[in-house]
């Protein structure tokens, strides 16, 4: 199972950038994903999640801003970044909890990181 998220890059702020996180491989269900991310000299946090039945739940300092979505069809979930901020500048990785096809075993993978920076 892999995660390839896209989408990052440099933006001025106030600008957009929208991310995407496609799932391949043995899956059998996807209950959680979502996404975090790690700025400069600081833990990784999370950003916002979404359920499979759509539920979701996002971190304070990018409410009203940042809208998450999945395709479960595509095993895709995607974020769409609003009213990008200089703290926003960041690595984002995506993360899902994933229900292999082959062992019906339930893991928790992540996507390699992609590079947001937002200049003020």
């Known amino acids: 199972v892999q995660l390839q998220a896209s989408g990052g890059g440099s933006v001025q702020a106030g600008g957009s950038l929208r991310l995407s996180c496609a799932a391949s491989g043995s899956i059998s269900s996807i209950y959680a994903m979502g996404w975090y991310r790690q700025r400069p000299g600081q833990q990784r946090e999370v950003v916002s999640v979404?359920?499979?039945?759509?539920?979701?739940n996002y971190a304070d300092a990018v409410k009203g801003r940042f809208t998450i979505s999945r395709d479960n069809a595509k095993n895709t979930v995607y974020l769409q970044m609003n009213s990008l901020q200089a703290e926003d500048t960041a690595v984002y990785y995506c993360?899902?909890?994933?229900?292999?096809?082959?062992?019906?075993?339930?893991?928790?993978?992540w996507g390699q990181g992609t590079l947001v920076t937002v200049s003020s």
């Open positions: 993360y899902a909890n994933i229900r292999r096809s082959d062992t019906l075993a339930s893991f928790g993978h």
């Open positions: 979404i359920l499979n039945d759509g539920r979701t």
